[in-house]
């Protein structure tokens, strides 16, 4: 059974600013998905219009007020 290893000084360093980074890809990310709700809503007529995670993973599309049927993504 191999042990559990603890990063060095210079490691965890690394992976602070790698996860700083990660964080400002994530938020523009989800800056982007809403900018796409916001103009499929405008374009749908669909209050509340959004793409739905679950778990981590993209499910499908609905709406915020549960009012209409969800739309499953197919997998890839």
């Known amino acids: 059974m191999s042990r559990i290893k603890k ?3 210079k490691q965890l360093k690394e992976i602070k600013e790698a996860w ?4 400002k ?3 523009y ?3 982007k998905i809403r900018i796409l709700e916001e103009h499929l809503e405008k ?3 669909i209050k509340g219009i959004e793409f739905i995670c679950n778990g ?3 499910c499908g599309v609905g709406n915020a007020d549960r009012t209409m049927k969800l739309i ?3 997998p890839l």
């Open 7 to 9: 990063p060095t000084s």
């Open 20 to 23: 700083k980074q990660f964080c």
């Open 25 to 27: 890809i994530q938020d």
């Open 29 to 31: 990310s989800y800056k």
């Open 43 to 45: 374009k749908t007529g």
């Open 56 to 58: 981590g993973d993209w």
């Open 72 to 74: 499953h993504l197919d």
